[in-house]
């Protein structure tokens, strides 16, 4: 099965070249995201068409496929590597099958106190240099957008870390984040973004972790009694291209791409918490789910049971990337 897919990729990549070898066809780029389009992420993915375009004059032509129409989680990250897609912008919490488990020190539970500690990483030097770790394995990371704080999600209210146990839930690809899980007492799952809809709605799994933008998006709400504003974690993205693609660009259309991605970079960054804000609004006005905030000394038990994910996960991330974030974040 794997093989035949493996296969059908190459094809698909093969027919990619060869297209864009016809003469004054313009270079397509194939960007494919698992997201709504009404989201930080499908937004950002549509500005940075429209200014690619228009930049480039029509040499560039960006066809934009969400909500995991092309290729789920997993096979998404297999297919850029293969060229049948050009670009993707997965959460960062979706590296570490990759072989590049230092992004998953972006999904340490409380790492980042706000908005502003995360720019000290993604704008700085250790953002900068775990891009670059991407770069033997095909890929070239040109940028960081911004979701969210994620709030945690169960038909059963979650108050305490207490009210986790035995529950059944959904995460992304990240061994932190199953750390998390299991520092909580609960049960998690790794699982496609295109699935926990379903998961929800039959009981596969009890609950979930996810920026307000995403739950709303896809209907989570609907399937969810309870949600917690915990806050407990954050959720963003790397916007990767395929490293042979990028490299074979013509110079000028290149510079035109990067002028394009800045922008559509900066519009993201700024539009996210508006679009997090506005989703949290929408589910509270549907009276389906019922949201929940933490007193200071509830949130306190909160970092108090994940504070042992930091060290349990610290060999797997690299004391160094974590040595490299405290210090960028003046700890
Ligand atoms: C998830 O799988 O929960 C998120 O990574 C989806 C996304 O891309 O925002």
Not at 111 to 136: A, Y
Request: negative net charge; charged residues 25%; proline residues 5%.
């Amino acid at each position: 099965m794997k093989r035949i897919f493996a296969a059908g990729l190459a094809a698909a990549a093969l027919c990619t070249s060869a297209a864009s070898l016809a003469q004054d066809a313009p270079i397509i780029i194939k960007f494919s995201h698992v997201v709504s389009p009404d989201t930080p992420k499908g937004k950002g993915a549509d500005r940075f068409k429209q200014l690619a375009e228009q930049y480039t004059d029509g040499k560039v032509k960006v066809e934009v496929y969400p909500n995991s129409q092309l290729y789920k989680d997993k096979e998404e990250l297999e297919a850029l590597q293969l060229g049948a897609v050009q670009m993707l912008a997965p959460s960062l919490a979706k590296f570490g099958p990759l072989g590049v488990r230092e992004f998953e020190v972006f999904d340490l539970p409380y790492v980042f106190q706000n908005k502003e500690d995360l720019r000290k990483i993604t704008d700085g030097e250790v953002g900068q240099g775990l891009l670059d770790k991407l770069q033997p394995k095909g890929i070239t990371g040109l940028a960081y957008w911004d979701n969210g704080f994620k709030i945690m999600s169960a038909n059963s209210p979650l108050q305490t870390p207490d009210d986790f146990l035995g529950l059944k839930m959904r995460i992304q690809s990240s061994k932190v984040l199953e750390s998390q899980m299991k520092a909580l007492d609960a049960v998690p799952q790794v699982m496609a973004f295109s699935e926990v809809y379903q998961a929800l709605q039959t009981g596969v799994v009890d609950g979930t972790e996810n920026p307000p933008s995403n739950m709303y998006t896809q209907k989570m709400h609907e399937v969810q009694k309870h949600a917690t504003l915990s806050n407990h974690g954050y959720l963003g993205y790397a916007v990767i291209v395929n490293k042979k693609f990028w490299d074979e660009l013509p110079a000028d259309v290149r510079a035109n791409l990067e002028k394009a991605m800045d922008e559509a970079t900066t519009y993201a960054n700024d539009i996210a918490q508006q679009e997090n804000d506005d989703s949290l609004a929408a589910m509270r006005a549907s009276g389906k789910t019922t949201f929940h905030e933490l007193s200071d000394a509830e949130r306190q038990e909160w970092i108090a049971a994940l504070e042992p994910v930091h060290k349990e996960m610290a060999s797997r991330i690299g004391q160094s990337t974590i040595d490299a974030v405290n210090s960028a974040l003046g700890r």
